[in-house]
C-alpha cells in the first residue's frame, strides 16, 4: 500500500510541471487568439464594406483613336488593359502559382502554414519584413490598402483576402490580380506588360517572356527590364528554376526557356510625336467632362489626328532641322541632349508643324516642338510669333476688295516714315535692292517689302486689322505700318488656319480636333460640326489662289518645293521677319493647308539669309507629298497613284484672263511689248480707255514720279511742312525736294 502511494506522489510530481507548461501554453495560446481576434475584430471596421468588393470599378480609362479609328492613347491613372483568364496562356498561370502561392487552389485566402514561418521569422527579427502573402493577399493590398509593412495592414490584407476568397472563385481571383497588379512603372495588367515589352499580346508569349513578366511583380521597380535587364533576367530564371522545382515544366523546356536572350520590342517610330496632339485635347476635354471622366470613365474619344503623317512629318522636320543646325554650326544642338531627358529649357533650334483640312478644319497634324520630353510648351497654340511675309496674303486680300488687281503697279523705290522731326522706319526689300514699277503678282511672288507697305499705306493699316479678325486672328494688332511686314505677334496655328479661306473660296473653317465622344455606354456626348466663316467673295479669294500659286513656281520664294519633288497643284507664302528670327512656309493645295515655323524660343536670330525658303519650306513637299500618298489608290506594283486633277483649285465664274502688258500692267501698246496673260475680276480689267496711262496705278494714290523716293509724313499738322523747311536736316540730312510726300490712310 505504501509503495502505492508512494509511486502514485511521484507520478503527481512528474505531471505537475507538465500540467503547468500546459495549462500556461494553453493561457498563452488562448491570449494570443485573443489578441488576433481582437485586432480582428479591430480593424474590421476599417475594411471597405462588402459592397465594394462586389463591385471594384478597376478604373478603365478612356480611349483615344486616331482619323482611322485606330487606337493610339489611354488616357488612364493607370496604364491598363483588362483579359480574362482565358486569354492568359496556361505556363503563365503555373509561373504564378509556383512563384508566389503554389498552394493557392488549397487555402481559403490565408496560408497558415506560411504566414506561422514568417511570423516567427518576424518576431525574431523584430522588422516585420516577411511577407508570406498569398496571391489573394496581394490582391486585396493591391486593391484596397498601402504597401507598408505594419502588422495592422497585414491584419486587414488578411481579412480582406478572407472576404475575397467567399465571394470570388479561384479563377475569377487570378483573373482579377492579372488586371491589378504592376509589371512596371504605372504598367498594369499582363496584356499592357506584353504589348510594352515584347508588342505581343499574352497568348503569344514565350514561356521565358511570360516568366520574366511574373518575375517582375514581386518588385516592379528592380526587376523592371527596360531599366535593369541582368536583373530582370535573374529573376526569370528564378521562376523558371522554381516552375521545374513544382514540375509545371520539363527539364528540356526549363533548358530552352533560361537560355533565351532577352529580346525586349523597340519601336522604331518616334512614338512621342503625337504628344503635343495628345496634350492639347486633354486639356479641353478635362475642361468639359472633368479629371475623373476622362482618366476613369472609359469614354471614346475619336480624334482628326492621322498617327502615320504626324509621325512622318515629325522624322522629317527633326531630320531637316539636325541638318539646318550642323549647317549654321550652332553652338547648342538639339543632339546636345538625350532624348529622354524632361523639362529642360531648350536653347537649339525649335519647329513646328499642322496639317488640316482645307474643307472641314480637321487638323491631321499638329508637332508643337522637336522633344515633347525636353518641353510640353505647344509653340503652335500657346507662343506668340511675328509672322513676317506670311502674313501679306491677309494684306493683298484687303487691297483688291478695295480694288486693287494683280496687274496694279507700284512704285518700288526707297520709302522713308516721318514722324514728329525724325525717321522711324525706313522698309527695306529682303535684297535690299529696289525694283521700280512692279505689278502686284509680281510683288507677292517675290515677297516685295516695300510694295506690300506702299499697299497697307495706301489702304490703311486699320482696315487690315478688320479683314484679320474675319481671317481668325484674335492677338492684339496695332494699327501701325510695319504690320506690312508682319512684325505683329500671332498664334501660329491661328495664321495657318487663316489660310483655309483661299482653297474655300473665301470661307475659312475653324480647327478642331475630336470628331466625336463617346461614353463607356456608346453614347454620343460630343460630335463636332464644320465651321465656316466668310471672309472674302469667292472671286477674290480665287485671285489670292492665283497670285500664290505664282510664289510656289519658278521664280518665286517657294520655287524650293517643285525641285524637293511636289508636283501638283500648291500656293502658299513663305515669311520672315526682322534679323531672321523666325522663319515660315504655308501652302496648301485644294484638300489641305500645312504651315510650319522654325525659330529660337528666345528670338535669337536663326543667322543671316536664313529665310523662310531657306529654314522652314523644305520639309513641306514631302510632309505634303506623304499625306498624297496615304489616301491614293495603289496600283499594281503596290505604289500609290495620285491623281492630281483632284487637287486643282476651282475657278469661280466671273473672272476674265486679258493678255497684259508685263511692264505697265495696262494693255499693250504695240506688238514689241512683253506680253503676259493676267486674270481680272470681270469689270476691273484694263481696257483701251486707260491705254492713255503710262502704269496701271489704279485704283491706288500713287503716281508715275521721277523722284528718287517717297515720304510717308504720318503728322496731320497743315504746318508740318513748313517746320520741315525750316529745319531742314534735322529729319536724318533728307532733302525731301528729292522725294515724294504722301500722307498714307490711317
Not at 76 to 88: D, G, H, K
Not at 265 to 283: C, G, Q, V
Not at 360 to 389: D, E, L
Not at 699 to 718: G, M, N, Q, V
Request: net charge neutral; charged share 25%.
Amino acid at each position: 500500500m505504501k509503495i502505492i502511494k508512494k509511486k502514485k506522489r511521484e507520478k503527481n510530481r512528474l505531471l505537475k510541471p507538465i500540467l503547468i507548461t500546459f495549462y500556461i501554453f494553453f493561457a498563452l495560446t488562448l491570449f494570443g487568439v485573443s489578441c488576433v481576434a481582437g485586432l480582428f475584430y479591430y480593424y474590421s471596421s476599417e475594411l471597405p464594406p462588402l459592397s465594394e468588393l462586389k463591385h471594384y470599378d478597376l478604373k478603365i480609362g478612356s480611349k483615344v483613336y486616331d482619323r482611322n479609328d485606330n487606337l493610339i492613347h489611354t488616357f488612364a491613372v493607370e496604364r491598363r488593359t483588362y483579359s480574362p483568364l482565358s486569354e492568359i496562356p496556361p505556363y503563365m498561370v503555373n509561373a504564378l502559382l509556383a512563384t508566389e502561392d503554389k498552394n493557392f487552389y488549397k487555402h481559403w485566402g490565408v496560408d497558415l502554414s506560411g504566414l506561422t514561418r514568417a511570423f516567427l521569422i518576424d518576431i525574431v527579427h523584430f522588422d516585420f519584413s516577411q511577407g508570406a502573402s498569398t496571391i489573394t493577399q496581394q490582391l486585396s493590398r493591391n486593391l484596397f490598402l498601402t504597401l507598408d509593412k505594419t502588422i495592422p495592414r497585414k491584419v486587414k490584407e488578411a481579412l480582406l483576402a478572407v472576404r475575397i476568397e467567399r465571394m470570388y472563385s479561384k479563377d475569377e481571383i487570378l483573373e482579377l490580380y492579372f488586371n491589378k497588379v504592376a509589371f512596371g512603372a504605372g504598367i498594369y495588367g499582363v496584356s499592357s506588360a506584353a504589348m510594352i515589352y515584347f508588342n505581343k499580346k499574352p497568348p503569344e508569349l514565350t514561356l521565358s517572356e511570360a516568366a520574366l513578366i511574373v518575375g517582375i511583380t514581386q518588385l516592379p521597380g528592380r526587376y523592371d527590364p527596360t531599366r535593369n535587364p541582368e536583373k530582370s533576367v535573374w529573376r526569370r530564371n528564378v521562376v523558371l528554376y522554381r516552375m521545374l522545382d513544382e514540375k509545371f515544366i520539363t527539364q528540356e523546356e526549363y533548358d530552352v526557356a533560361v537560355n533565351e536572350p532577352l529580346n525586349l520590342y523597340k519601336d522604331t517610330a518616334n512614338r512621342s510625336a503625337d504628344d503635343y496632339f495628345i496634350e492639347y485635347i486633354r486639356k479641353q476635354l478635362e475642361d468639359r467632362y472633368g479629371t475623373t471622366q476622362l482618366f476613369a470613365g472609359g469614354l471614346s474619344i475619336y480624334t482628326t489626328l492621322d498617327i502615320d503623317l504626324t509621325r512622318y512629318a515629325d522624322t522629317v522636320l527633326n531630320k531637316h532641322l539636325i541638318e539646318f543646325e550642323e549647317k549654321n554650326e550652332y553652338e547648342v544642338k538639339y543632339n546636345d541632349f538625350p532624348r529622354d531627358t524632361t523639362d529642360i529649357v531648350t536653347p537649339y533650334v525649335q519647329g513646328g508643324a499642322v496639317v488640316m483640312d482645307a474643307e472641314t478644319g480637321a487638323v491631321r497634324v499638329m508637332i508643337g516642338g522637336r522633344n515633347f520630353n525636353h518641353s510640353k510648351f505647344n509653340r503652335i497654340v500657346q507662343a506668340r510669333r511675328p509672322p513676317g511675309s506670311s502674313f501679306k496674303p491677309l494684306i493683298y486680300t484687303t487691297a483688291l476688295e478695295k480694288g486693287y488687281t494683280p496687274a496694279t503697279v507700284i512704285d518700288d523705290k526707297p520709302v522713308y516714315f516721318i514722324q514728329g522731326d525724325s525717321v522711324f522706319w525706313a522698309p527695306r526689300n529682303y535684297s535690299l535692292d529696289n525694283f521700280g514699277y512692279t505689278r502686284l503678282r509680281d510683288g507677292l511672288r517675290k515677297s516685295r517689302n516695300i510694295f506690300s507697305t506702299k499697299t497697307l499705306a495706301d489702304i490703311g493699316p486699320r482696315a487690315v486689322i478688320r479683314k484679320a479678325r474675319q481671317f481668325g486672328i484674335t492677338t492684339p494688332l496695332s494699327p501701325v505700318y510695319s504690320l506690312a511686314v508682319g512684325s505683329m505677334e500671332v498664334q501660329p496655328l491661328e495664321i495657318i488656319s487663316a489660310y483655309t479661306t483661299f482653297p474655300n473660296l473665301g470661307e475659312r473653317v475653324t480647327p478642331f480636333f475630336v470628331r466625336r465622344v463617346e461614353d463607356s455606354d456608346g453614347n454620343v456626348l460630343e460630335e463636332a460640326e464644320v465651321e465656316r466663316i466668310r471672309v472674302t467673295d469667292e472671286k477674290i479669294a480665287y485671285l489670292m489662289v492665283n497670285l500664290m500659286q505664282s510664289v510656289t513656281e519658278p521664280g518665286g520664294t517657294a520655287a524650293g518645293i517643285r525641285w524637293r519633288g511636289y508636283r501638283w497643284a500648291a500656293a502658299g507664302k513663305t515669311g520672315t521677319t526682322d534679323d531672321f528670327r523666325d522663319a515660315w512656309f504655308i501652302g496648301y493645295n485644294k484638300e489641305l493647308v500645312a504651315g510650319i515655323w522654325v525659330g529660337f524660343d528666345d528670338n535669337s536670330p536663326l543667322g543671316s539669309k536664313q529665310s523662310g525658303a531657306v529654314a522652314a519650306l523644305p520639309p513641306w513637299p514631302y510632309i505634303m507629298k506623304r499625306a498624297l500618298e496615304n489616301e491614293a489608290p495603289l496600283n499594281a506594283q503596290g505604289k500609290p497613284v495620285i491623281d492630281g486633277t483632284v487637287l486643282d483649285f476651282e475657278r469661280p465664274d466671273g473672272l476674265i484672263n486679258v493678255e497684259i502688258s508685263a511692264r505697265t500692267g495696262l494693255l499693250p501698246k504695240n506688238q514689241y511689248e512683253e506680253r503676259i496673260n493676267e486674270i481680272f475680276i470681270m469689270g476691273t480689267q484694263p481696257t483701251p480707255l486707260s491705254d492713255s496711262l503710262n502704269y496701271n496705278f489704279y485704283p491706288t494714290r500713287y503716281r508715275e514720279s521721277d523722284k528718287a523716293c517717297t515720304y510717308f509724313i504720318l503728322d496731320r499738322d497743315p504746318t508740318f511742312l513748313d517746320s520741315l523747311e525750316l529745319n531742314n536736316g534735322i529729319v536724318d540730312s533728307l532733302d525731301l525736294s528729292d522725294g515724294d510726300i504722301y500722307f498714307p490712310a490711317k
